[in-house]
């Protein structure tokens, strides 16, 4: 996929991880670009989270984004936070910017001293260009496929995302990364806050298994070389991008097998709203009961009461599968033919909660013996 | 296990199981007996313990305990409601005491209509006797064991407990019923209010899935015909037969193999550290790692990164089964001897956060394939 006008990518493999993948990306803007960056609550986030935000906080412009995959340069210590420095350096000086203008991203294990000598070594290699498609899978960890997705905005300006997720993927952040890429000026009226509001209906939406990482960060970046479009327009086509990310990062959980949406309305607001669908989509009897193509509504039911949502169980409606199987009570309801619609790429559950007017959405997917077989032995 | 002087129980199969197992238990008193009650906070609560907290509100004595297992009879309308009145009125009716005197309880698959007929047609073939045993095991549902534990009392008074668990297990209560039986009298001072406190401490730590169920409670029952016993010792006997129940809640929940204990200390609150102990035992990754028998510390730091509870990364500590792997950072140890020692039936966390004096405890266990297989075929 090509890039917005004034970025340029590539990515090669260093050798982090012991695969041989590619796992160092870099972006890079012709011109200095704007952005707008949100972040794990994570305690324990990683160095280059903390350093993130004090680039926010400073408010300088960005030139360059640098990622690896296969060591999150987490709990590392005194040792970490220098690796990371050293990593702002190392693209500084081979761009020639400040290493204030150099974002820094790592994603993969824990604990383990990040080896930055072999970036050192092999960010010379990187070969630029204006394809996203390099770059979009140097970023990913046990992912099976890369995320990108791209809206195009009046005037000829693009958005154009690109995110790596998979597990530890959870509310507020996970080990996902999410980059959204315009050449668009961000629209002036707070964007950071609008970005954040975006986020939280989106990335922060997604449940792979309960597990918020330390290492996640969805950013917006703009060259600003198009022309300026209507803020809501701007707006709307963010929104659109980072929920077809989100979509595809929870389509793409680990050991996943299909993608569970919830939508709920009628919630007393769309704060309760999104609590409610997070929950079901984050509830680990349901997702195992979606992958045994069961409907099992009494899970849906029962996560739903204790989602923190308010509403009336006896009053409340659950669809699955655009079928009616809960109204107030039991509905009867063709278990066979249920059951054979679940056997489907995505499990869509609609919620009626009677009780407002809040809407909200949540994706998460199936809970499979391949996820815990993954999760059991990832280190040693 | 003789239960304490005042009780009597028994058990038979009504036919509500399938598969013809125990499914009906009852439990006497020969005089009325004084209670305290803690029970789910799911709002899709079973007509079981709607009815439930209304006797706790009129505030009598009980008489008998009806508990049917194999149907939770919980999202099943007001033929629910009146089924659920019909197990009190046939209990009262044949001990000859009030329905207000009779306690019910539900256990097992939501929004299927209990056939309250069987329960009509079994209940006069229990026969009663002063063994808690058959009770225990009629309780049960996907346990794979009986679940009873027991503390003397000066005096000669008794504490028994009897429980089950398994799946939808989380904080507050879950897929849970326990009862401590004591023929000591209740302590005079808010024994409601301490039972309360001792099930914050125990049931509500025990987290196997994530899952808060919707029929679940914990109940202290007194025949009082033993002589009183000082107040702070029948509340540590009464904490550690609940404390013994929760840990077998724990070890026998869906699919385990293992048992996850985890020791906070140093938080900031008895709360915090709570909260941080049901992190780490309800963290999927880190509960994949412990049935992989991987030593993966990153899990346990970043579910307490997330858990709420306030501390530095950079100055706690981890200890895993004896061994410091954590300490203001990585702790070099050996990987292989310890991952040996978590092949054990108990994985131990210990966790130190520095930031204060609260002190909690949780439990869980692994998650394992066979977790996903129970779960992925359950009602189909």
Redesign the interface.
């Known amino acids: 996929m090509e890039l917005p006008a004034g970025f340029k990518a590539g990515a090669t493999a260093s050798g982090i991880k012991p695969s041989g993948k590619p796992d160092l990306g870099l972006l890079v803007g012709d011109t200095p670009l704007d952005w707008a960056y949100a972040a794990t609550?994570?305690?324990?986030?990683a160095p280059c989270v903390l350093r993130g935000r004090n680039l926010v906080a400073a408010d300088g412009a960005l030139r360059a984004l640098l990622v690896n995959s296969g060591n999150?340069n987490?709990?590392?210590?005194a040792e970490g936070v220098a690796a990371d420095l050293r990593m702002a350096d190392l693209a500084a000086e081979m761009l020639g910017v400040e290493p204030e203008a150099v974002l820094t991203a790592s994603t993969g294990?824990?604990?383990?001293?990040l080896p930055v000598e072999k970036i050192e070594a092999h960010l010379p290699e990187i070969h630029l260009s204006t394809e996203i498609d390099a770059f979009a899978e140097a970023i990913l960890t046990t992912d099976t496929r890369v995320k990108l997705s791209e809206q195009r905005l009046p005037g000829g300006a693009r958005l154009v995302g690109v995110a790596k997720g998979s597990?530890?993927i959870?509310p507020n952040m996970a080990t996902m990364l999410a980059y959204l890429l315009t050449d668009a000026p961000l629209p002036a009226g707070e964007p950071r806050q609008r970005w954040g509001a975006v986020v939280d209906g989106t990335f922060n939406q997604v449940t792979v298994?309960?597990?918020?990482?330390?290492n996640d960060m969805a950013v917006l970046i703009s060259s600003g070389l198009a022309r300026p479009v209507p803020a809501e327009l701007f707006w709307e086509a963010a929104e659109a991008v980072a929920r077809d990310l989100a979509r595809q990062i929870a389509a793409d959980g680990e050991g996943a097998e299909k993608l569970i949406t919830v939508r709920v309305a009628g919630a007393a607001s769309d704060q309760e709203a999104r609590l409610a669908a997070r929950a079901v989509a984050?509830?680990?009897?349901w997702k195992?009961?979606v992958?045994?193509?069961?409907?099992?509504?009494?899970?849906i039911?029962?996560?739903?009461?204790?989602s923190g949502a308010?509403?009336?169980?006896?009053r409340c409606r659950i669809d699955l599968q655009k079928t009616t199987i809960?109204d107030?009570?039991?509905v009867p309801f063709n278990?066979v033919a249920l059951?054979q619609a679940m056997q489907a790429a995505e499990v869509v559950v609609e919620v009626d909660l009677r009780a407002g007017e809040g809407t909200g959405e949540a994706w998460g997917c199936d809970?499979?013996?391949e996820?815990?077989?993954?999760?059991?032995?990832?280190?040693?």
Chains 1, 2 share one sequence.
């Open positions: 609550t994570n305690l324990a986030a999150a987490c709990a590392t210590g294990v824990i604990g383990v001293p597990g530890m959870h298994d309960g597990d918020t990482s330390t984050a509830s680990a009897l195992a009961a992958h045994g193509n069961d409907p099992n509504w009494g899970r039911l029962a996560a739903l009461g204790y308010r509403f009336e169980p006896e809960y107030g009570g039991a278990g059951s809970l499979t013996e996820y815990v077989k993954i999760n059991a032995e990832y280190t040693t």
